[in-house]
Protein backbone atom coordinates (compact mmCIF):
# COMPACT_ATOMS: atom_id res chain seq x y z
CA UNK A 1 0.00 0.00 0.00
CA UNK A 2 2.79 2.44 0.54
CA UNK A 3 4.79 1.31 -2.33
CA UNK A 4 2.18 2.89 -4.51
CA UNK A 5 2.35 6.28 -2.91
CA UNK A 6 3.14 8.11 -6.11
CA UNK A 7 6.61 9.73 -5.81
CA UNK A 8 5.69 13.39 -5.53
CA UNK A 9 3.76 12.55 -2.58
CA UNK A 10 7.49 10.60 -0.56
CA UNK A 11 8.68 13.19 1.83
CA UNK A 12 11.66 12.60 4.50
CA UNK A 13 9.52 10.80 6.47
CA UNK A 14 8.54 7.97 3.55
CA UNK A 15 12.17 7.52 3.20
CA UNK A 16 13.12 7.22 6.56
CA UNK A 17 10.43 4.91 6.97
CA UNK A 18 11.71 2.64 3.97
CA UNK A 19 15.18 2.96 5.08
CA UNK A 20 15.20 2.61 8.68
CA UNK A 21 16.17 -1.32 10.11
CA UNK A 22 13.59 -4.14 9.91
CA UNK A 23 13.29 -7.90 9.55
CA UNK A 24 10.03 -8.94 8.60
CA UNK A 25 9.78 -12.41 9.36
CA UNK A 26 8.05 -14.68 6.75
CA UNK A 27 8.56 -18.08 5.23
CA UNK A 28 6.40 -17.00 2.29
CA UNK A 29 7.54 -13.48 1.46
CA UNK A 30 9.82 -13.66 -1.75
CA UNK A 31 11.55 -9.88 -1.63
CA UNK A 32 10.86 -6.49 -0.57
CA UNK A 33 11.59 -3.00 -1.84
CA UNK A 34 12.23 -1.26 1.00
CA UNK A 35 16.09 -1.31 1.36
CA UNK A 36 16.49 -1.13 5.25
CA UNK A 37 14.27 -4.72 5.40
CA UNK A 38 15.97 -8.25 5.41
CA UNK A 39 13.61 -10.99 4.97
CA UNK A 40 14.34 -13.53 7.87
CA UNK A 41 13.34 -17.35 7.69
CA UNK A 42 15.24 -18.47 10.53
CA UNK A 43 14.00 -19.32 14.18
CA UNK A 44 12.41 -15.91 15.19
CA UNK A 45 13.72 -16.48 18.87
CA UNK A 46 17.33 -17.41 18.30
CA UNK A 47 17.44 -14.00 16.00
CA UNK A 48 15.28 -11.94 18.54
CA UNK A 49 18.47 -13.76 21.30
CA UNK A 50 21.26 -12.45 18.84
CA UNK A 51 19.53 -8.80 18.01
CA UNK A 52 19.30 -7.96 21.82
CA UNK A 53 23.43 -9.06 22.07
CA UNK A 54 24.26 -6.32 19.87
CA UNK A 55 24.14 -2.51 21.21
CA UNK A 56 20.94 -1.31 18.83
CA UNK A 57 17.88 0.89 19.57
CA UNK A 58 14.86 -0.46 20.88
CA UNK A 59 13.36 -3.86 19.41
CA UNK A 60 9.78 -3.54 18.69
CA UNK A 61 7.68 -6.62 17.44
CA UNK A 62 4.72 -5.46 15.10
CA UNK A 63 1.98 -7.66 13.71
CA UNK A 64 -0.70 -9.45 14.16
CA UNK A 65 -1.93 -10.78 17.61
CA UNK A 66 -2.13 -14.62 15.63
CA UNK A 67 1.75 -14.26 14.55
CA UNK A 68 3.34 -17.37 15.54
CA UNK A 69 6.05 -15.30 17.30
CA UNK A 70 3.98 -13.09 19.16
CA UNK A 71 4.14 -14.64 22.89
CA UNK A 72 8.02 -16.17 22.29
CA UNK A 73 9.14 -12.22 21.56
CA UNK A 74 7.42 -10.94 24.46
CA UNK A 75 9.08 -13.99 26.79
CA UNK A 76 12.11 -12.81 25.47
CA UNK A 77 11.63 -8.82 26.70
CA UNK A 78 10.70 -7.33 23.74
CA UNK A 79 8.27 -4.45 23.21
CA UNK A 80 5.05 -5.76 21.70
CA UNK A 81 2.75 -2.94 19.54
CA UNK A 82 0.28 -4.82 18.05
Same mark, same amino acid.
Given at each position: M?EE??AE???? &??? %????T??? #???H +? =??TT??P @???I?RD??? &?F? %???????? #???R +? =?GS???? @?C???Y?L???I??
Amino acid at each position: MLEELPAEARDE &GWN %RMTTTPGW #PFSH +T =LETTNWP @GLKIVRDDLV &GFV %RELKRTDG #PELR +T =LGSQRSK @GCDRSYALGCSIHI
